[in-house]
């Protein structure tokens, strides 16, 4: 009886000795950060910076894999996070719209949500810029201006949050653009040639000509400090709060200390200098907020879209 307690026992503590050490394995194969868009922006440069601090700290292989949409959004790659096991082999770096409106829009593999926010990272530097001899240099008197002239809107797609937004902000406004059009790219040639009066475009592609453009408003969290005098559209009209953003996300049944050594890199990553340098040359927002106010931040942001779906309607 003795001998069988003294067995029992000592198969517990072996047990129990190796769960903690299977917990504290991960991660012991390559990991994989999905972006659904191709390499070279943003939101790809830094998840392959949080992807090489991985592989630094922990010693697997981490690497960016890029899954790009095409014609059907950045959903495949959300959906190929979301049918992978939740075992934090498999990230997404997701912007707005995979956590915000993947799940309504039919798609099964994402229905209902299936992620949860580690952190984001990243605001896009999106804004409203018109040409600097434009006879308008605020949303209130490019307002006054539309409604007794054409006014030519040019931004790179309906579906994309800061497109909503500009369109949102002309309703609230009491204007209506003369045309608007997509483009493929949006930069001081649009403006100089006269291709579009306003464009909606991130304002590393107007760096180049800043001084012959006027930025009327910063889709952003907070004011851009390369162009502070232009408020944000939260401020113009607070109903319209809301901003492209990109996040870390992973399958809601990841276990907790899995999430808490991919947000602790992640998180060192995009504080340190050669991240907050990508900021300061692009005018990104580069920051990191917790995964409890992210969740939070979304769950506005699904309230906001509905209200600008309802205005576009």
């Known amino acids: 009886m003795k001998l069988n307690t003294l067995l029992g026992g000592a198969l517990t503590l072996a047990m129990a000795t190796v769960g ?7 991660p012991e194969k390559p990991v994989s950060f999905v972006v659904p868009w191709p390499p070279g922006d943003l939101e790809d440069v830094l998840t392959r910076m949080i992807a090489e601090d991985f592989q630094n700290e922990y010693g697997v292989s981490a690497a960016v894999v890029n899954k790009p949409g095409g014609g059907g959004g950045p959903f495949p ?5 979301a049918n992978a096991p939740a075992d934090g082999y498999t990230v997404g770096s997701f912007v707005i719209g995979v956590p915000v409106v993947g799940h309504q829009i039919g798609i099964d593999d994402l229905t209902p949500e299936k992620f949860d926010p580690l952190g984001i990272f990243l605001t896009y530097p999106f804004v409203i810029a018109t040409s600097a001899d434009a006879p308008y240099s605020t949303m209130d008197e490019l307002a006054a201006y539309a409604k007794e002239n054409d006014v030519a809107l040019g931004h790179f797609g309906d579906p994309l949050t800061p497109t909503q937004v500009t369109k949102a902000l002309a309703v609230n406004k009491g204007f209506e653009w003369g045309s608007d059009a997509a483009f493929d790219a949006l930069d001081c040639n649009t403006l100089a040639s006269g291709d579009a009066d306003v ?11 800043l001084d012959d453009v006027k930025v009327l408003v910063s889709i952003t969290d907070e004011r851009i400090s390369l ?7 939260g401020e113009v009209d607070p109903s319209l709060d809301i901003a492209l953003w990109n996040g870390l996300f992973v399958h809601k049944d990841t276990p907790q200390d899995v999430r808490d050594k991919i947000i602790a890199v992640a998180e060192k990553t995009v504080m340190s200098d050669r991240a907050q340098a990508v900021a300061k040359e692009t005018g990104a927002l580069v920051y990191w907020q917790n995964a409890e106010d992210s969740a939070a931040r979304i769950a506005r942001d699904i309230d906001t879209v509905a209200r600008i779906q309802g205005l576009l309607e």
């Open 20 to 26: 903690g050490m299977a917990a504290a394995e991960y």
């Open 77 to 81: 790659g959300a959906i190929e996070v």
């Open 199 to 209: 464009i909606n475009t991130t304002l590393q592609l107007i760096l180049p000509c």
């Open 227 to 233: 162009v502070p005098d232009a408020p944000t559209a």
